[in-house]
Structures are given as C-alpha cells and as structure tokens.
C-alpha cells in the first residue's frame, strides 16, 4: 500500500505563517527606516506582539537579513547555474531559461531585493557568504554567455559587462513591477530574455540575399568569432605545458 502523507501539525503551519508575517513586518520597516534605524522592538510594536515571540524567530536583525540573502541571492545562484555536464541544451535556450526564472524571481521578491540592494556595505560585513553568492550569479551568467561564444550561438563580446547589463536590467523590474499591470511577470520576464537573445545571437542573414554592409558586418563578426577561439586553444596551450 503506498504510505499516507502526513499532514503537518496546525502548530507548525500556524508558527512558519507568524515567522512570514515577521519577516514582512521587518522588510517594511527595513525599507521605512533602514535596518540601522530598525529595533527588533519596532517590529515587535508593528505586530501588536512581545519582543520575546519575535526572538523565538529571529535571534537578531542579522538573522532575518541572513534569511532576506537566501530568498533571493542564494536562490538566484541556485538558478542560474552551473549548467551539469549533462546539460545539452543550446546556450541560447540555457540563457534564455535563466533570464526569465531569474526575472521573475527579482519581480517575486522586490522588496527583500531592494533592501539588499541598500543595504549592501552591511550585508559584506554581516553576512561574508553575501558577496560570495552575488558573485555566483555574475559568473553563472557570463558562463553561459561564453558558452554561446565559443558555440557559434553569439556574438564574440565580453560575457562579464553583458552579463552585467542583463543582470542590471532584470534587477530593475523590482523597482517599477505591479502585479496590476498590464502584462504578467512571466511575460516580462519572457520579454527581457528575448531582447537580450536578439542583441546576442548571431544573425542568420546568409539565408538571405545579404546587402554589402550585411555582408561586412557578418564578416566583422566570424573574424571576432574567430579570435575568440584562437584565444581560447591559447589558453589551453598555455596550461598544458
């Protein structure tokens, strides 16, 4: 007989809906008065309850800025890499899959971002994983886009600054984002990967009759394809002998 689930106790779903309400809480007063000029008092007063219950949950504010980074730097590490062996995707579909999850998740946690993002001098000193982690997401990304490089997939750029404006621009949505507006997150989300795919493809303009300045930017293009593998099988020279 296939074994029952277990349903969880009404005292655990009541506690981890509390310890919800407080990050909440926190996160709204974060924003107000910034972490420095919160207590743990002041969101104890938020709620209407005693100090003690929100230590029951939270041993410090460090605590809950340590749990706002895994809800949203962590994962987004998470998400976005380190493509398995196993993975036989085109990088252009990888890239693609990462932008709109990550987008998404930017859009799903805007406030928790936005108090990392303010908060970020603080956050390296509190939390040292912090920065480790942002830079996971930073390398994940470029990878992904060396990747397409080296494949043919994309345009010979530098992977870490277009990286960057990828990153920078999926950030952004955490700003202006309204679950009212006309368009879903997923649709957004599915928006900023294809612009940042048509910016990085290479162009299929043999399959037409190009112009003589389709034909020279196409040329441009195989030479910077070109010496980024002549780089690359340099690299590898390099560290075989």
């Not at 990153?167 to 368009?183: L, V």
Request: glycine share 6%.
């Amino acid at each position: 007989m296939p074994e029952e689930k277990k349903a969880s106790s009404p005292t655990k779903s009541r506690s981890e809906s509390l310890k919800a309400t407080i990050l909440e809480a926190a996160c709204r007063l974060f924003m107000e008065r910034g972490v420095g000029g919160t207590t743990m008092q002041d969101i104890a007063d938020e709620l209407g309850i005693s100090r003690p219950t929100i230590y029951y949950h939270y041993e410090n504010k460090e605590a809950v800025l340590k749990e706002i980074a895994e809800r949203v730097t962590v994962k987004a590490a998470a998400i976005s890499g380190p493509r398995p062996k196993s993975d036989r995707r085109h990088a252009s579909e990888a890239l693609h899959d990462v932008i709109v999850q990550y987008t998404e998740l930017m859009m799903e946690h805007a406030l928790e971002f936005q108090i990392l993002d303010r908060e970020e001098a603080l956050l390296d000193t509190l939390i040292p994983g912090h920065a480790v982690e942002k830079r996971r997401v930073l390398d994940n990304f470029a990878g992904i886009i060396r990747t397409g490089m080296e494949r043919g997939e994309f345009k010979a750029v530098d992977p870490y600054i277009t990286a960057l404006g990828i990153i920078g621009m999926c950030n952004w949505t955490s700003r202006w984002y309204r679950s009212d507006r006309r368009m879903s997150a997923r649709d957004i989300a599915e928006t900023y990967a294809n612009h940042s795919l048509a910016a990085l493809e290479r162009p299929a303009a043999r399959e037409v009759e190009p112009t003589i300045g389709d034909a020279i930017r196409i040329l441009r293009e195989d030479v910077d394809y070109l010496e980024t593998l002549a780089a690359r099988a340099g690299d590898q020279d390099t560290s075989e002998r």
